[in-house]
T-cell receptor, first 111, second 113 residues
Framework: EADIYQTPRYLVIGTGKKITLECSQTMGHDKMYWYQQDPGMELHLIHYSYGVNSTEKGDLSSESTVSRIRTEHFPLTLESARPSHTSQYLC??????????FGPGTRLTVT | GENVEQHPSTLSVQEGDSAVIKCTYSDSASNYFPWYKQELGKGPQLIIDIRSNVGEKKDQRIAVTLNKTAKHFSLHITETQPEDSAVYFCAAVITGGSYIPTFGRGTSLIVHP
């Protein structure tokens, strides 16, 4: 069982609210990732980080931002939530190898 | 960049049957190919992987085959059980590069008891 955690697991929020999705891992992994998973299952990389103070945008354009101040923590923030942000958000990490360890996900609904 | 195609998108089998999911990739530099299983309400989890210097790898009821020339790899599940029902993702990675996998679109496998 991978030691990577996401909170909250479910979130329903109104349009215009600022939200932060939390992701933490206790494996000491340098690399962390955020994916958006659409209802059709496909995984879209929206942000990634190779270590502290390193953040990059992924393939899918996203209005979210991330930070990496500590190795174990990689939060994702939406400054102003919109219905188009409704989705499943998955956090993952990887160490020296290529295997990605995924958290359980946050299901976000913006009304 | 790399492009990974995965088929079928949905696969329905009877318990005890075999299931095969196929993927193709475009970049010949890709040399690591993991398969992930995502159960309902959970994140994907690695179930098996194969490197480009190997043609086949088995782990109990699951196996993966790789054809580098044709740039395709497949997941085989034998004697399927209801607990095999999940979404399966293939991926391709260029080791020594960005470490970021290119995922296929996923296959929803349904095993009927």
């Amino acid at each position: 069982e991978a030691d990577i955690y996401q909170t909250p697991r479910y979130l329903v929020i109104g349009t215009g609210k600022k939200i932060t999705l939390e992701c933490s891992q206790t494996m000491g992994h340098d690399k962390m990732y955020w994916y958006q998973q659409d209802p059709g299952m496909e995984l879209h990389l929206i942000h990634y980080s190779y270590g502290v103070n390193s953040t990059e945008k992924g393939d899918l354009s996203s209005e979210s931002t991330v930070s990496r101040i500590r190795t174990e923590h990689f939060p994702l923030t939406l400054e102003s939530a919109r219905p188009s942000h409704t989705s499943q958000y998955l956090c993952a990490s990887s160490g020296r190898g290529y295997e990605q360890y995924f958290g359980p996900g946050t299901r976000l609904t913006v009304t | 960049g790399e492009n990974v195609e995965q088929h079928p998108s949905t696969l329905s089998v009877q318990e005890g049957d075999s299931a095969v999911i196929k993927c193709t990739y475009s970049d010949s530099a890709s040399n690591y190919f993991p398969w992930y299983k995502q159960e309902l309400g959970k994140g994907p989890q690695l179930i098996i992987d194969i490197r480009s210097n190997v043609g086949e790898k088995k782990d109990q009821r699951i196996a993966v085959t790789l054809n580098k020339t044709a740039k395709h790899f497949s997941l085989h599940i034998t004697e399927t059980q209801p607990e095999d029902s999940a979404v399966y993702f293939c991926a391709a990675v260029i080791t020594g590069g960005s470490y970021i996998p290119t995922f296929g679109r996923g296959t929803s496998l349904i095993v009927h008891p």
